[in-house]
Structure formats: structure tokens, C-alpha cells
RNA sequence: GGAGAGGUGACGGAGCGGUUGAACGUGCCGGUCUCGAAAACCGGAAUACGCGCAAGCGUAUCGUGGGUUCGAAUCCCACCCUCUCCGCCA
């Protein structure tokens, strides 16, 4: 949530802030709103305050034993209670508009974000690796695994339907081995703790980490119940800060969560609907960090190249870009994604997002930290993915398949693998 | 799922209709004493919001949300959570 207190001093920069990510925010609805809150919560304050001065003149009253007045008091606090009743209810509906509207807004860019309204605007800033060169024509991860029997769909579809899949035998397991490795590599070489955390959580827990009200439809619901299945365990990780004050000295916090993640809108675009590429349900490592104000870009940094270290150490070709303003998700300031080489599309893909949310979530989340003067202050909250597993494998079966079909295992994943070298094709 | 107990500040723990933002203790910060420290003693200390240039004043907060009342941490209702016992279960 972005800081009212900014709306209130300095709208009109931030409207124009907000403009850059194709944000229009309403000035002049924000202005009305103000007023009115302005209006009916002083007034309200001032009701209260009446009722407790009358309150406390009863109380003394019958100390006294002065029935008398006892009584004419309490006939002023009927009338004035009718009155404050009617002023509560109006300044709980103004309050909740405001809250709502300030919900929405989303979190202002850091101004290293490189401005632009179209997914090719990111700017590229390395790149790592130099894609193959292919003696044969590469086939993309739907053919290979329909060689090797190990990517199977049509069940899938039966089962659940569309933008599902089935993983059998080396593949299923290289799928695992990944995950094994990634979560390996972040907890003994990055300094993060695994943790494992609830796949569902509340309303409540979602809407700090982002606008619930916006982004409910993305998400597959509870039937009957405030729960939501995570797209992401950014949001039970996050959310472990939630409504507490840590201790100056435990900051970083710094966590590494493998889950399955849900997402209902995955494929509304229609697009990527060949393969596994964008799913309903896929296998994620997500590296969460709580840390001080002061270090969040830094830290920023650290986490994109822990997720980096994934794609090095399986030697995979990637690159790193910085999405552009238009493009920046609703709670990030700057996000970095990291897209791995496809051969079967030619084409770099996204296969992680790293983010700095700033005070944005935490602003959300009421997470706090006692600060150098002890304070509580907001911390800043982020997160990337370290990395995406499903995409992950994709990238490997294609980087690594053999003429014949088969799939070299890369040398980092082989312990993973019992000591598989090959996955070889049956035919 | 059934039965019972309970949720109060950093923590322990009182309060069970009136001047209680909340006794008391521990911890924390400042001071006195001391060569220094401990002990003892004195003092201080919640968070958020509003109005105000400021000093300051006001409002809210005792799990959450409603209700009763002139007045609720205290009474009533619903929900959430924790603990104990029973049942069921990977």
C-alpha cells in the first residue's frame, strides 16, 4: 500500500509517477474523498468526546449520591448517543472508501526503472552463456517428452483439464532432482532457511502482499471459505512478518520455500497453450528476504544473483532484464526477471522474477522492525523466484537433448539423479 | 467431530460496569550512590490516527466483529485462535 500521507502532501507528483506505469490516479476523487474523511471524523472525534466527558459527570455524579443529576446526565448521553451512532456509521463507510481506494494504488517505481508500456521495453542488463549450436534441428520440450514418455498431457486433461500435466519415470524425477538442488544450493551457499509453509491461506494474508480486490480472479478460491490456494509462497513466506515487530538485530530474514503454486488465470492470454510452459499448477523454489530499509536494493541485487547461481551452476544460457515502468508488477518498485534460453522456441523465457516491494507490502502487512532508535518502522519486503521448477526443466530437457532424443543430465544434477548421465530414449 | 479451560502491554500476571491506557512484578532507558560495577532508591517509557506552525489537545486500541448501557478490558451474541481430554486419521 502506498503511504497516504504522500497522497495528502504530494499527489500531484505522485499521480505523475504513477502515470509512468499507465496508472491513472484519480486526484480529484482522492481530494473529495480526503475532505469528507477530513470532515466526518472530526466530527465523530468531537461526538466521542462528548460522550465520555458526560460519562465520566455521571460517574461522579453518583459518587456523590446526587440522583438528581445522575439522571439529566444520563437523558443528555441518550440524545447525544443517537446522534454519535448515526456519525460512527457514516465515518466507518468514509473510512473504507478511502482504505479502498488507497488499496488500489499501485506502489511507486524506483527511478532506475527504465520507462516504457511494452513487454520489449525491458531493458537487458548481462547475459550469461552463449546458446548452443544444434547439429540437428532442437525439438521443444513436447516432443521430447513425448519420446521419452515422460510428459504426458491428455491424462492430465483428463484428470483436470487444460494447462495441466503428468511427469513419469527419469522425468518426473529430474523434475524433483531440481528442485532438490535448488533448494541445496540456496540454504548451504546463499544463507537462506527452508521452510515449508500452508499452500492455502486467508483473504487477509493475500491482500497484503497485493490488492485482493484486484487480483482475486487470478487466484482459485476456497468454495464458502476465506482461503485462497497460493499462486505463489510469496504469500504465506511474506506473510510470516505480518502483524509483528522484529528485532533490529534478526534482520535479514532470508527464506527459501519450495511449493506448488496455483494460478486460475494462467492461461487467459491464450497464450503458451503448447506444453507446460504456463500452467495451472507448477513447482516453484521461492527465495523471500525481510530486511532493513536502508539495504533492501542491495539485497535486491544478492537475491537476483542467488537466482542467477541456479542457472550458472546448471550451465544454462540466460539473461537478466529490468522490466520497464509499464510492465513492473502492482507491489514492486524495480523487478528483474531472469529468462533462460528455449531452443525448441528460440527465444529467451521468463523463468524467474526478482522483486524489491519496498515498504509496500510491509505497509500491507503491518511488518515492522524496531529500528536503530527503537522505533518500529516498516520494514522492506522481496522476493524472486530461485527458480521456477517446471520452466527449469523445460530449459534443461531442451538444452541438454541428444540427437537421438535423449537427454544428457547436467553434471550439477547427476548426484540428484543416483548418477544418472542420460536419459535415454526407449525406442 | 465431542467435552472443558483460556486469549490483557516486551514478558509474567491483576482487574470482572464508572475518574483504568490499564495495578503489581520482571525486563528496558535515564538519574542518585560508587574508583567502577552490583544492590538500593528516584524518575521515564505503548501504537495508530485526527486537529494544530508549535506547545498541546482529542479519538481509537485489553483475540476479531456485533450488541446492551449515560459509560464496557469487565455483561450478552457470533466468529477466530491456543491449551487439556476423548474420538477419528496420513
Request: glycine residues 6%.
Given at each position: 500500500?502506498?503511504?497516504?500521507?504522500?497522497?495528502?502532501?504530494?499527489?500531484?507528483?505522485?499521480?505523475k509517477?504513477?502515470?509512468?506505469?499507465?496508472?491513472?490516479?484519480?486526484?480529484?476523487?482522492?481530494?473529495?474523498?480526503?475532505?469528507?474523511?477530513?470532515?466526518?471524523?472530526?466530527?465523530?472525534?468531537?461526538?466521542?468526546?462528548?460522550?465520555?466527558?458526560?460519562?465520566?459527570?455521571?460517574?461522579?455524579?453518583?459518587a456523590?449520591?446526587?440522583d438528581?443529576?445522575?439522571?439529566?446526565?444520563?437523558?443528555?448521553g441518550?440524545?447525544?448517543?443517537?446522534?454519535?451512532?448515526?456519525?460512527?456509521?457514516?465515518?466507518?463507510?468514509?473510512?473504507?472508501?478511502?482504505?479502498?481506494?488507497v488499496?488500489?494504488?499501485?506502489n511507486?517505481?524506483?527511478?532506475?526503472?527504465?520507462?516504457?508500456?511494452?513487454?520489449e521495453?525491458?531493458?537487458?542488463?548481462?547475459?550469461?552463456?552463449?546458446?548452443?549450436?544444434?547439429a540437428?534441428r532442437?525439438k521443444?520440450?513436447?516432443?521430447?517428452g513425448?519420446?521419452?514418455?515422460?510428459?504426458?498431457?491428455?491424462?492430465?486433461?483428463?484428470?483436470?483439464?487444460?494447462?495441466?500435466?503428468?511427469?513419469?519415470?527419469?522425468?518426473?524425477r529430474?523434475?524433483?532432482?531440481?528442485?532438490?538442488?535448488?533448494?541445496?544450493?540456496?540454504?548451504?551457499?546463499?544463507?537462506y532457511?527452508?521452510?515449508?509453509?500452508?499452500?492455502?491461506?486467508?483473504?487477509?494474508?493475500?491482500d497484503?502482499?497485493?490488492?485482493?480486490?484486484?487480483?482475486?480472479?487470478?487466484?482459485?478460491?476456497?468454495?464458502?471459505?476465506?482461503?485462497?490456494?497460493?499462486?505463489?509462497?510469496?504469500?504465506?513466506?511474506t506473510?510470516?512478518?505480518?502483524?509483528?515487530?522484529?528485532?533490529?538485530?534478526?534482520?535479514?530474514?532470508?527464506?527459501?520455500?519450495y511449493?506448488?503454486?496455483?494460478?486460475?488465470?494462467?492461461?487467459?492470454?491464450?497464450?503458451?497453450?503448447?506444453g507446460?510452459?504456463?500452467?495451472?499448477?507448477?513447482?516453484?523454489?521461492?527465495?523471500?528476504?525481510?530486511v532493513?530499509?536502508?539495504?533492501?536494493?542491495?539485497?535486491?541485487?544478492?537475491?537476483?544473483g542467488?537466482?542467477?547461481?541456479?542457472?550458472?551452476?546448471?550451465?544454462?544460457?540466460?539473461?537478466?532484464?529490468?522490466?520497464?515502468?509499464?510492465?513492473?508488477?502492482?507491489?514492486?518498485?524495480?523487478?528483474?526477471?531472469?529468462?533462460?534460453?528455449?531452443?525448441?522456441?528460440?527465444?529467451?523465457?521468463?523463468?524467474?522474477?526478482?522483486?524489491?516491494?519496498?515498504?509496500?507490502?510491509?505497509?500491507?502487512?503491518?511488518?515492522?522492525f524496531?529500528?536503530?532508535?527503537?522505533?518500529?518502522e516498516?520494514?522492506?519486503?522481496?522476493?524472486?523466484?530461485?527458480?521456477?521448477?517446471?520452466?527449469?526443466?523445460?530449459?534443461?530437457?531442451?538444452?541438454?537433448?541428444?540427437?537421438?532424443?535423449?537427454?544428457?543430465?547436467?553434471?550439477a544434477?547427476?548426484?540428484?539423479?543416483?548418477?544418472?548421465?542420460?536419459?535415454?530414449?526407449?525406442?
Open positions: 500500500m502506498i503511504d497516504v500521507q504522500l497522497l495528502r502532501t504530494e499527489i500531484d507528483a505522485v499521480a509517477r504513477l502515470a509512468t506505469r499507465g496508472y491513472v490516479l484519480d486526484v480529484a476523487a482522492f481530494g473529495a474523498l480526503e475532505e469528507k474523511r477530513r470532515q466526518v471524523q472530526t466530527a465523530t472525534e468531537q461526538l466521542q468526546s462528548q460522550r465520555n466527558a458526560l460519562a465520566k459527570q455521571v460517574g461522579q455524579a453518583k456523590k449520591r446526587d438528581a443529576l445522575a439522571a439529566a446526565l444520563m437523558r443528555q441518550t440524545e447525544l448517543g443517537e446522534t454519535l451512532k448515526r456519525m460512527e456509521a457514516e465515518n466507518t463507510v468514509v473510512q473504507e472508501r478511502l482504505r479502498e481506494f488499496s488500489l494504488v499501485p511507486l517505481l524506483d527511478a532506475s526503472v527504465p520507462v516504457g508500456n511494452r513487454p521495453d525491458a531493458v537487458e542488463q548481462r547475459r550469461w552463456g552463449e546458446p548452443r549450436k544444434f540437428f532442437p521443444d520440450h513436447v516432443d521430447l513425448a519420446t521419452l514418455g515422460g510428459l504426458d498431457f491428455d491424462t492430465a486433461a483428463k484428470l483436470a483439464g487444460a494447462r495441466f500435466v503428468v511427469m513419469k519415470g527419469a522425468i518426473a529430474l523434475h524433483r532432482a531440481i528442485a532438490q538442488f535448488m533448494l541445496d544450493t540456496h540454504t548451504a551457499e546463499h544463507g532457511v527452508e521452510v515449508y509453509a500452508p499452500y492455502i491461506v486467508t483473504g487477509a494474508c493475500a497484503g502482499v497485493t490488492s485482493l480486490a484486484k487480483f482475486k480472479g487470478d487466484l482459485f478460491k476456497i468454495e464458502d471459505r476465506d482461503l485462497y490456494l497460493i499462486p505463489t509462497s510469496e504469500y504465506p513466506v506473510n510470516f512478518v505480518r502483524d509483528t515487530i522484529v528485532p533490529l538485530e534478526q534482520l535479514p530474514l532470508r527464506f527459501a520455500c511449493s506448488p503454486c496455483f494460478r486460475s488465470e494462467a492461461g487467459a492470454a491464450g497464450k503458451d497453450t503448447r507446460m510452459i504456463r500452467n495451472h499448477q507448477f513447482d516453484k523454489v521461492e527465495l523471500v528476504q525481510i532493513h530499509p536502508a539495504k533492501s536494493y542491495d539485497a535486491h541485487e544478492e537475491l537476483t542467488h537466482a542467477e547461481a541456479i542457472l550458472r551452476k546448471l550451465e544454462l544460457p540466460h539473461r537478466v532484464v529490468t522490466l520497464c515502468t509499464g510492465d513492473t508488477g502492482f507491489s514492486s518498485a524495480k523487478t528483474y526477471d531472469i529468462e533462460v534460453w528455449l531452443p525448441g522456441q528460440n527465444a529467451y523465457r521468463e523463468i524467474s522474477s526478482c522483486s524489491n516491494f519496498e515498504a509496500f507490502q510491509a505497509r500491507r502487512m503491518q511488518a515492522r524496531r529500528n536503530e532508535k527503537g522505533k518500529p516498516l520494514v522492506h519486503t522481496l522476493n524472486g523466484s530461485g527458480l521456477a521448477v517446471g520452466r527449469t526443466l523445460i530449459a534443461v530437457m531442451e538444452n541438454y537433448q541428444r540427437a537421438d532424443g535423449g537427454i544428457d543430465i547436467p553434471p544434477l547427476q548426484h540428484y539423479m543416483g548418477g544418472l548421465k542420460v536419459i535415454a530414449t526407449s525406442r
